[in-house]
């Protein structure tokens, strides 16, 4: 199933950033209901504190956790404009992977003629509205809105924040996925749904950096979907 499709039809799509490449890590998402799984490559991750690699460096275990499971795979391909390389995505692609996402200002405009690849791409709290009214036929299928301050990550979700994601809904023509910049709990779910939010995505600052953390974390997460 496409992500698109994930998230025209299911009434939430449950995604799940690993804080570091390790199957044992994506296995505890699997296994507790995670929609999607979003690894990253060539970036310092603020976040989490970790840092990735290279694709190469992680061949063995991409292909170990696309061996596993038969939901979504996506990859952040890396940190800045400079590292993206064509030839890199083109061999994450061969390993399994489904769509990508990445900072608009750290995409290349060739990006946008991947065709193996669902096309995300992530907004900041600087980027003007107006700017992403109209995005779907440029390929687009859908914005992450990683739009908190990093000062601010970890605190609790407030209702200036429901009403930011609600206006990014209303203003946008594909959907939005917010990622866990705050400390999101389960009954955040309801709240988010009525603003119109068709995914989250839970990274770090939720899930934790353990097998047992993520599966905690996402089990509640996926209850709480699923009484939708």
Do not use: C
């Not at 590292?83 to 060739?110: C, N, Q, R």
Request: hydrophobic share 40%; proline share 4%.
């Amino acid at each position: 199933m496409s992500l698109e499709t994930l998230l025209n039809e299911q009434k939430m799509t449950l995604a799940v950033s690993i804080p570091k490449n390790i199957p044992t890590l994506a296995k505890a998402a699997m296994k507790t209901g995670a929609d999607a799984i979003k690894m990253h490559v060539n970036v310092e991750h603020w976040a989490s504190g970790n840092s990735f690699g290279n694709a190469e460096s992680y061949e063995n275990e991409f292909r170990e956790i696309r061996s596993q499971f038969s939901g979504l795979l996506g990859i952040v391909p890396g940190g800045s404009f400079e590292v993206i390389k064509k030839a890199e995505l083109e061999k994450l692609t061969e390993l399994g992977f489904d769509y990508f996402s990445i900072y608009a200002h750290h995409m290349p405009s060739w990006m946008l003629g991947l065709d193996e690849y669902e096309k995300t791409f992530a907004i900041t709290g600087e980027y003007s509205i107006d700017s992403i009214q109209k995005i779907k036929h440029l390929g687009i299928t859908a914005i992450e809105t990683s739009i908190i301050q990093a000062a601010e990550y970890g605190s609790p979700l407030s209702f200036r924040d429901v009403l930011a994601y609600q206006n990014i809904v209303q203003s946008t023509d594909v959907p939005i996925i917010v990622p866990s910049q705050r400390l999101l709990v389960p009954s955040d779910i309801p709240l988010l749904y009525q603003a119109g939010v068709r995914s989250v995505m839970l990274g770090a600052v939720v899930i934790g950096q353990t097998e047992e953390s993520i599966e905690k974390a996402v089990s509640s997460f996926r209850n709480e979907i699923d009484k939708l």
